[in-house]
């Protein structure tokens, strides 16, 4: 598989610039739901669901260059685990972002819960952002 590195890095900088994006869209469009506001902004924590790993990057990177302070917003990004139930966080309102497929965001709704997708993270895979609706 050959894989074009300037493709790579332009979707890298495409798919960061959606989070900021989205996650300020959120913070701006929401009412003070128990999140804490803070001296550099409004705090937001995306629950992974897995440890930290390259498909995480984006969020990392937009971290580390300051892309979400930018923003005036303090992103927590928390490490998930096997198990780690990251959409039943952001539906209970413990997170207000997670890392969740499509067929666990639907599981949970069906079962009451309250998630609305973001954003697909992958072009070929339902796996993408949710957040409490």
Do not use: C, H
Request: no cysteine; proline share 5%; charged share 15%.
């Amino acid at each position: 598989m050959n894989i074009d590195r300037r493709k790579l890095l332009i979707g890298f900088i495409l798919v960061d610039a959606v989070v900021v994006s989205l996650i300020l869209l959120y913070v701006l469009n929401r009412p003070n739901a128990g999140v804490a506001n803070t001296a550099s902004g409004e705090r937001v924590r995306i629950q992974l669901n897995w440890v930290p790993e390259p498909e995480f990057g984006g969020f990392y990177a937009a971290l580390q260059d300051g892309l979400y302070a930018q923003e005036g917003i303090d992103v927590e990004i928390i490490k998930g685990a096997a198990g780690t139930p990251a959409p039943q966080m952001a539906s209970s309102g413990q997170v207000e972002f997670a890392i969740a497929s499509a067929d666990q965001m639907l599981t949970l709704n069906e079962k009451g819960g309250d998630l609305t997708a973001v954003f697909s993270v992958f072009e070929t895979s339902p796996m993408g952002i949710m957040v409490k609706a």
